[in-house]
């Protein structure tokens, strides 16, 4: 493997050159962000680079090579962040105006797991501001372009990571999801995308959307690499009270495994009105499942009507209180005015974007005396009805196999104007964020246009083994 691959590469790759001295971490450095800043201005999937942090990075993985000590199961891999997880020293705007020039002085837990594990942190990826979105135009620094088809979006809110390592100008990268945001823009790319159970992986460090919801995870052009970087940046962390004690398995070993005798089911709720464009595609992939010696039948997750509305409520009730804190006094950019209502009121409103002020109305809304108990509270009681519809199929089946989205990638511009319509995009990814189960999204197949689309499949909580396993033997069986 050379490095004139820089497209393709993969970890395993990167480690076989490093140990037979193909090539050092310090040139892959270079490679890399030599080649991503060179691409980048097609699809603007990043916000900044850290070519010092990885260079830095590289020259210890190269001194540690040449010492022969522990060089770490992500030695001179390129990896890009999502701007909404924090990186020490180098700018982190969330998507936003309101953190154009905030320097965060610590590193999320995953970035820390990252780099003792080798890896080159090389660049800030962007996303939908505060990570609302489904299109990454709700970016404030310019929609990004989906490598795969440039007048068409890339998904979101994690945009920026799903094109980056579908272009090719990162190997891995870490995304944030919260109901649908890794899953959907891996699904419109190409690429494959974790969303792991709920205190699986630590969010110390992410900045909060709606906490409840909130997941970080990795997107990478294998299943086999998105299961390296898992096996790294999950565990308990002190830092973060809702990380679970749950020990962290050899995802690699289990994903080996065949998957002949699996009972999966089909959520019949996820297939009804699915168009043909998607619906064709993931029926081949589920018969492919089957000729693997999987049992397929059809289940049912009666509440799954209600997950758009429920969604909608609880991520926006808690992204109004986490968003209350951009007041212009304590770290966000401030716009000075005659009162302190006043400066608030300028900070903010020069700051955020239409779609966050959306949401924290919606969301003050719903939590205001008088609505609290019709809205927040009722769909906190359907927030359980959806979970225990999931508890319910895992009685029967060990997976549930459904579409991402129920269309490909849309053109730039075509949804914008049409929160509804742009919120559908998550209708069959929210419930997995709602229930907290681990989720992902791997390519299978493409539509009549080209198009790539997805497939999701969601497992037990905590039971990443079986869904890796589900999705590895699906990638060997599919791309030989
Ligand atoms: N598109 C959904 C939203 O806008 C999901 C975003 C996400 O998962 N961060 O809230």
Known sequence: MSLNNIASLTIPAIRDG???????AVEVAHAAIGFAEKENPSTNAYLTFSPERALSQARRVDESIAKNEYVGVLAGVPVAIKDVIVTEGIRTTCGSRILENYIPPYDA??????????????GKTNCDEFAMGSSNENSAYGPVRNPKALDRVPGGSSGGSAAVVAQGTAVVALGSDTGGSIRQPASFCGVVGVTPTYGRVSRYGLVAYASSLDHVGPFARTVADAATVLGVIAGRDDQDSTSAFAPVNDYHAAMKRPISGLKLGLPKEYFEGLGAETGDVVHSAVEQLEKLGCDVREVSLPHTKYALSCYYIIATAEASSNL????????SARVDGDTLIDMYRNSRGAGFGTEVKRRIMLGTYVLSAGYYDAYYLKAQRVRNLIARDFTNAFQDVDALITPVSPFPAFKIGEKVDDPLAMYLSDVYTLTGDLAGVPCMSVPCGASPDGLPIGLQIFTKHFDEETMFRIAWNYEQATTG
């Open 324 to 331: 209350a804190r951009y007041d212009g006094v304590r770290y």
């Open 18 to 24: 490093l140990t037979k001295k193909e090539f050092s």
């Open 109 to 122: 837990t995953t970035v820390i797991r990252l780099e003792s594990e080798g890896a080159l942190i090389i």
